[in-house]
């Protein structure tokens, strides 16, 4: 059984850093895409940051410039740097590989940015 476990979130003031970890359990053979997502209360789940096996990124146009994702192949990890943080930054953050088993998610890790 494949578990994708989230560390590193917290409460931060507006303009400090986070950098969220994600570490998978189990046997992995291979992982395609690592992503980052988050959800607000009250708001549907949005992406923030993708990276496939090959390093090419993605970010939506509200992290950009601020957060930058990063990836361990050979310890199948994921990494989300998190700078400049302002108040709607504050979700959940999930972690989600696509596998060649399929794809997982994390539990969640919760962000919080004071004003």
């Known amino acids: 059984q494949v578990q994708l476990m989230e560390s590193g979130g917290g409460l931060v003031q507006a303009g400090g850093s986070l950098r969220l970890s994600c570490a998978a359990s189990?046997?992995?053979?291979?992982?395609?895409?690592m992503g980052w997502y988050r959800q607000a209360p009250g708001k549907q789940r949005e992406l923030v940051a993708t990276i496939t096996r090959g390093g090419t990124t993605n970010y939506a146009d509200s992290v950009k410039d601020r957060f930058t994702i990063s990836r361990d192949n050979a310890k199948n990890t994921a990494s989300l740097q998190m700078n400049s943080l302002k108040p709607e930054d504050t979700a959940v953050y999930y972690c989600y590989f696509e596998t060649i088993r399929g794809g997982f998610w994390g539990q969640g890790t919760q962000v919080t940015v004071s004003s």
């Open positions: 189990g046997t992995i053979l291979v992982t395609y895409n």
